[in-house]
């Protein structure tokens, strides 16, 4: 396991469960990650093998219209080193949470504000 995923994250996990069959306004996002232009918002482990470090996430690689929900592995997000200082991610550690909806929405207005400027 990794040292970003502490004990009481891996709690929040298994609270949470499977999230395959939910529907987006039941996932909670568990974990965000931020550096730079990215941002990453982790809702769901895999399950079919958890010690591995694979995970689905909201991922803003810094252009938000192409922002999207994916399959991301922690080790390689975390070994990732941001321009122009190389630092890694980092644990937004006051997040307070909200649900992949309301991530998704909020996207959804920002890119309608950037397609309504053009």
């Not at 298994?14 to 550096?35: M, V, W």
């Not at 895999?46 to 996430?57: I, N, T, V």
Request: hydrophobic share 40%; proline share 5%.
């Amino acid at each position: 396991m990794s040292k970003i995923i502490t004990a009481a994250i891996a709690a929040a996990f298994a609270k949470q469960g499977d999230t395959s069959e939910k529907e987006a306004k039941d996932i909670k996002i568990i974990l965000k990650l931020f550096g730079g232009p990215m941002t990453v918002y982790i809702y769901d482990q895999d399950w079919s093998d958890p010690e591995k470090d694979g995970y689905w996430a909201f991922v803003d690689l810094g252009d938000p219209i192409c922002a999207e929900c994916g399959y991301v592995s922690l080790s390689e997000l975390m070994a990732l080193k941001i321009p122009p200082f190389g630092l890694p991610l980092e644990h937004d550690r006051f997040y307070e949470g909200e649900t992949l909806a309301e991530v998704e929405a909020r996207y959804d207005k920002i890119r309608q504000r950037m397609y309504a400027n053009q």
